[in-house]
């Protein structure tokens, strides 16, 4: 397909090498109508024929100076070690107000070539590099779509003039491109890192096999992975020994860390060390598969692509089925963090496989600590033990989960090593003061941004002290952040709380052997134990089956069971304030597991009315209001909800961005500062708002079982952070709602 046509910007272009990439270039804009005229430079004649004859230019001249004559923008596409000669012939020339551009694979030297041959870099000089290739080469390879979704970097220097700059990045876009634009030294040590050393790695490898005497038998026996390695090592020598040669310094860096690092696998290979061999390759495993979400642009749910997620629920629906959801937040990430600090292997099962959890599990990874999965729910921990944490790379992401970032700032307090927590949009809003201030009083050195929002910077080698504190406000994340400094902390840590507040921590320290005494509203953990692995089976998540329990409810002629999940007397705040609305859901086959209570819940349609929700039941519901929001707004009368400013400062303002939405569908709601009143009736459709936060765009879903049209759901990526298999289940029972725009 011809790059569409456009009215010209330019007079002139100039590209100096008819190779495949200059060749690309000058076809792409050739057919893009951007540049008046095209005009080649190459050595060989014929190249320069074919050029004419494949309308990879409209001419082509044998001479530098009669081509340069009049450009607007000269393009060097000469191997890398010619520049140097290039680049002083040009300067011997008059070239106007022509801007110079490269492609070069390493920058430095070209950059260097360009000052000495200048005698200072001139300002309309552009230095860049297209990340592109292939195979074949030559001009007869030209190929106008090869730049189409590749990465161009360019070097732009202090001195470069913008709109220069400006021209070179607006043909590169033209060209289908991705620009960016960086450093030069920047450029050189990634290049060098991701490009330059895996090549260097593949000619030597295949180069050391190939001198063996044995190298026939290897060569027939050499398996998918030795090809698949290799595959690089049939690249143009000459090319590489070019870049190799300009990009000497930054080769030589990777190549050096690269080195100690395979001498530290072959000494675990000598050792006999399997742990040292499983880590290296997991941590592998999982950055290569991050690696792939990038190449692919899904990695992380960040809030730009978050926008871009519309959930279309269609009004009307009833509910039938048996179905699991997926296993429990709060637990899973209790999970990795005990089980890492434990002594011995820890197995997970149920593990939820959602974006926050998966943040915690990698965040211990870069810790040091070895995790295997997860596959299908399981996760298997290589504790280290509470002493056995490792400085990790770099700060460590968090995405959005402010589970993650509370519980682990306590456990941080007291480590060697210094440690940067962040996270996105959402979370880098979320306070984190409520977990500093105490922190500190034990003794912890805590930097975060302004109003103690994230990034926190947590400072290693500090000798915490135990402490007794009242909590101000009701929080499993600050009782468990405090909980887990404790266990570090000279003598006793007592945490107060003003009401009940999920109890998971402290029922997870038990099942991993470390003493924790709870009498009434106070939890005490005393340092000086350790944490023993042990088995977790991970119970399915009562808030995102609150989203069904709420559907079973409100749809028409509705009957569902939920399995296997946790009924924790300090999360099932949503079963009461169901039942006082006058919903039918009953409790089968309890039981226990792992220390947790497991009830399969069945829930059948009721009339709702609207009531006065207690206020002790707020903290043991308060992930579930969203979903409740929608329950009272066509339940029958008022209900008012007080006691609950927490909701303001969770993965979204939960108060106004749900009254925000239900208004948008019709409803009668009034939020209040620490509540909101809402009279129940019908709900229309239209589009609401997410704001990026998952249980706002489930609770919508939901609300479409009783609209009376449909709902666009703005903003739903971050569903994936605790509900990865949302739609699927949702679809299963009975609720139409789909990502708009897939089937
Ligand atoms: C959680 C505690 C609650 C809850 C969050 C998970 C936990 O937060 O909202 O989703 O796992 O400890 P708060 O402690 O801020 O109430």
Same mark, same amino acid.
């Given at each position: 397909?011809?790059?569409?046509?456009?009215?010209?910007?330019?007079?002139?272009?100039?590209?100096?090498?008819?190779?495949?990439?200059?060749?690309?270039?000058?076809?792409?804009?050739?057919?893009?109508?951007?540049?008046?005229?095209?005009?080649?430079?190459?050595?060989?004649?014929?190249?320069?024929?074919?050029?004419?004859?494949?309308?990879?230019?409209?001419?082509?001249? +044998?001479?530098?100076?009669?081509?340069?004559?009049?450009?607007?923008?000269?393009?060097?596409?000469?191997?890398?070690?010619?520049?140097?000669?290039?680049?002083?012939?040009?300067?011997?020339?008059?070239?106007?107000?022509?801007?110079?551009?490269?492609?070069?694979?390493?920058?430095?030297?070209?950059?260097? +070539?360009?000052?000495?041959?200048?005698?200072?870099?001139?300002?309309?000089?552009?230095?860049?590099?297209?990340?592109?290739?292939? *195979?074949?080469?030559?001009?007869?390879?030209?190929?106008?779509?090869?730049?189409? %979704? /590749?990465?161009?970097?360019?070097?732009?220097?202090?001195?470069? =003039?913008?709109?220069?700059?400006?021209?070179?990045?607006?043909?590169?876009?033209?060209?289908?491109?991705?620009?960016?634009?960086? +450093?030069?030294?920047?450029?050189?040590?990634?290049?060098?890192?991701?490009?330059?050393?895996?090549?260097?790695?593949?000619?030597?490898?295949?180069?050391?096999?190939?001198?063996?005497?044995?190298?026939?038998?290897?060569?027939?026996?050499?398996? $998918?992975?030795?090809?698949?390695?290799?595959?690089?090592?049939?690249?143009?020598?000459?090319?590489?020994?070019?870049?190799?040669?300009?990009?000497? *310094?930054?080769?030589?860096?990777?190549?050096?860390?690269?080195?100690?690092?395979?001498?530290?696998?072959?000494?675990?290979?000598?050792?006999?060390?399997?742990?040292?061999?499983?880590?290296?390759?997991?941590?592998?495993?999982?950055?290569? *598969?991050?690696?792939?979400?990038?190449?692919?642009?899904?990695?992380?749910?960040?809030?730009?692509?978050?926008?871009?997620?519309?959930?279309?629920?269609?009004?009307?629906?009833?509910?039938?089925?048996?179905?699991?959801?997926?296993?429990?937040?709060?637990?899973?990430?209790?999970?990795?963090?005990?089980?890492?600090?434990?002594?011995?292997?820890?197995?997970?099962?149920?593990?939820?496989?959602?974006?926050?959890?998966?943040?915690?599990?990698?965040?211990?990874?870069?810790? $040091?600590?070895?995790?295997?999965?997860?596959?299908?729910?399981?996760?298997?921990?290589?504790?280290?033990?509470?002493?056995?944490?490792?400085?990790?790379?770099?700060?460590?992401?968090?995405?959005?989960?402010?589970?993650?970032?509370?519980?682990?700032?306590?456990?941080?307090?007291?480590?060697?090593?210094?440690?940067?927590?962040?996270?996105?949009?959402?979370?880098?809003?979320?306070?984190? !003061?409520?977990?500093?201030?105490?922190?500190? *009083?034990?003794?912890?050195?805590?930097?975060?941004?302004?109003? $103690?929002?994230?990034?926190?910077?947590?400072?290693?080698?500090?000798?915490?002290?135990?402490?007794?504190?009242?909590?101000?406000?009701?929080?499993?994340?600050?009782?468990?952040?405090?909980?887990?400094?404790?266990?570090?902390?000279?003598?006793?840590?007592?945490?107060?709380?003003?009401?009940?507040?999920?109890? /998971?921590?402290?029922?997870?320290?038990?099942?991993?052997?470390?003493?924790?005494?709870?009498?009434?509203?106070?939890?005490?953990?005393?340092?000086?134990?350790?944490?023993?692995?042990?088995?977790?089976?991970?119970?399915?998540?009562?808030?995102?089956?609150?989203?069904?329990?709420?559907?079973?409810?409100?749809?028409? =002629?509705?009957?569902?069971?939920?399995?296997?999940?946790?009924?924790?007397?300090?999360?099932?705040?949503?079963?009461?304030?169901?039942?006082?609305?006058?919903?039918?859901?009953?409790?089968?086959?309890?039981?226990?597991?792992?220390?947790?209570?497991?009830?399969?819940? %069945?829930?059948?349609?009721?009339?709702?009315?609207?009531?006065?929700?207690?206020?002790?039941?707020?903290?043991?519901?308060?992930?579930?209001?969203?979903?409740?929001?929608?329950?009272?707004?066509?339940?029958?009368?008022?209900?008012?909800?007080?006691?609950?400013?927490?909701?303001?400062?969770?993965?979204?303002?939960?108060?106004?961005?749900?009254?925000?939405?239900?208004?948008?569908?019709?409803?009668?709601?009034?939020?209040?500062?620490?509540?909101?009143?809402?009279?129940?009736?019908?709900?229309?459709?239209?589009?609401? /708002?997410?704001?990026?936060?998952?249980?706002?765009?489930?609770?919508?879903?939901?609300?479409?079982?009783?609209?009376?049209?449909?709902? %666009?759901? /703005?903003?739903?990526? !971050?569903?994936?952070?605790?509900?990865?298999?949302?739609?699927?289940?949702?679809?299963?029972?009975?609720?139409?709602?789909?990502?708009?725009?897939?089937?």
């Amino acid at each position: 397909m011809a790059a569409q046509q456009r009215p010209p910007i330019i007079e002139r272009l100039v590209v100096i090498g008819l190779g495949l990439i200059g060749g690309s270039f000058a076809k792409g804009l050739r057919e893009s109508g951007l540049c008046r005229e095209v005009v080649g430079v190459d050595l060989d004649p014929e190249s320069r024929r074919l050029a004419v004859e494949l309308g990879v230019v409209d001419r082509c001249e +044998a001479d530098l100076a009669a081509a340069c004559q009049g450009a607007s923008v000269i393009q060097l596409a000469v191997p890398i070690l010619a520049m140097e000669k290039l680049l002083r012939e040009l300067a011997k020339l008059d070239l106007g107000d022509a801007v110079l551009t490269d492609v070069g694979s390493a920058k430095g030297n070209v950059v260097r +070539a360009a000052r000495l041959a200048f005698d200072g870099l001139p300002a309309r000089f552009v230095p860049g590099h297209p990340i592109a290739g292939s *195979e074949q080469s030559g001009v007869e390879a030209s190929n106008s779509e090869l730049f189409r %979704r /590749h990465k161009v970097i360019l070097t732009p220097l202090e001195r470069t =003039d913008a709109a220069a700059l400006q021209l070179v990045d607006t043909l590169w876009r033209a060209l289908g491109a991705d620009v960016e634009h960086m +450093a030069v030294e920047h450029h050189d040590e990634v290049l060098a890192a991701t490009s330059h050393l895996p090549h260097l790695l593949a000619f030597g490898l295949v180069d050391s096999l190939a001198k063996r005497s044995e190298n026939l038998e290897i060569f027939r026996y050499a398996a $998918g992975g030795f090809r698949d390695f290799t595959r690089i090592a049939g690249s143009d020598p000459v090319m590489w020994h070019d870049i190799f040669l300009a990009n000497r *310094e930054a080769v030589l860096r990777t190549l050096d860390t690269f080195r100690s690092d395979l001498d530290a696998l072959r000494d675990a290979v000598d050792a006999g060390d399997g742990h040292q061999l499983l880590g290296v390759f997991t941590r592998a495993r999982v950055a290569r *598969e991050h690696f792939s979400k990038i190449l692919a642009r899904r990695a992380y749910v960040d809030a730009m692509h978050s926008n871009n997620v519309i959930f279309l629920a269609n009004p009307g629906g009833r509910l039938s089925g048996r179905i699991r959801v997926p296993g429990d937040k709060s637990i899973s990430h209790r999970s990795i963090m005990l089980g890492s600090l434990a002594e011995g292997t820890t197995e997970v099962e149920g593990f939820l496989e959602g974006e926050d959890a998966l943040a915690t599990l990698q965040a211990f990874r870069d810790m $040091g600590v070895v995790i295997e999965g997860p596959h299908h729910g399981r996760v298997t921990i290589h504790g280290v033990g509470l002493h056995g944490l490792k400085a990790p790379p770099g700060p460590i992401y968090l995405g959005n989960s402010g589970t993650s970032m509370r519980l682990l700032s306590g456990l941080l307090a007291a480590q060697s090593f210094d440690v940067t927590l962040t996270g996105d949009a959402s979370l880098s809003k979320r306070p984190m !003061n409520r977990v500093a201030k105490p922190l500190r *009083e034990m003794g912890a050195l805590i930097d975060t941004a302004a109003e $103690g929002r994230p990034p926190m910077t947590i400072h290693g080698g500090r000798r915490l002290g135990g402490m007794t504190y009242e909590m101000p406000m009701a929080s499993a994340q600050v009782k468990s952040c405090l909980l887990l400094a404790g266990l570090y902390a000279a003598g006793s840590t007592t945490v107060i709380e003003p009401a009940p507040t999920r109890d /998971h921590t402290e029922r997870m320290l038990r099942g991993f052997g470390y003493p924790v005494s709870v009498q009434g509203n106070r939890a005490t953990v005393e340092s000086g134990h350790k944490l023993i692995a042990t088995h977790i089976e991970v119970p399915a998540d009562i808030s995102s089956a609150a989203f069904f329990l709420v559907a079973g409810s409100i749809a028409e =002629d509705s009957e569902l069971v939920l399995e296997h999940v946790g009924v924790n007397p300090t999360r099932t705040g949503v079963i009461d304030i169901l039942r006082l609305m006058g919903a039918d859901i009953t409790l089968e086959n309890p039981r226990e597991v792992g220390g947790e209570p497991v009830a399969d819940l %069945r829930v059948r349609s009721a009339k709702l009315k609207g009531i006065d929700i207690p206020e002790d039941l707020v903290p043991l519901a308060i992930d579930e209001f969203p979903v409740l929001f929608v329950a009272a707004s066509v339940a029958e009368g008022r209900t008012v909800l007080r006691g609950a400013e927490e909701l303001r400062v969770k993965e979204s303002d939960r108060i106004q961005v749900m009254a925000d939405g239900l208004l948008a569908l019709g409803a009668k709601v009034e939020p209040t500062p620490d509540g909101i009143i809402i009279d129940g009736g019908t709900l229309g459709g239209g589009d609401v /708002h997410s704001h990026g936060d998952h249980r706002i765009a489930m609770s919508f879903s939901v609300a479409s079982l009783r609209a009376t049209a449909p709902i %666009r759901i /703005h903003d739903c990526a !971050n569903v994936a952070t605790s509900f990865p298999n949302f739609l699927g289940l949702a679809a299963q029972v009975g609720i139409r709602v789909t990502e708009e725009g897939k089937s």
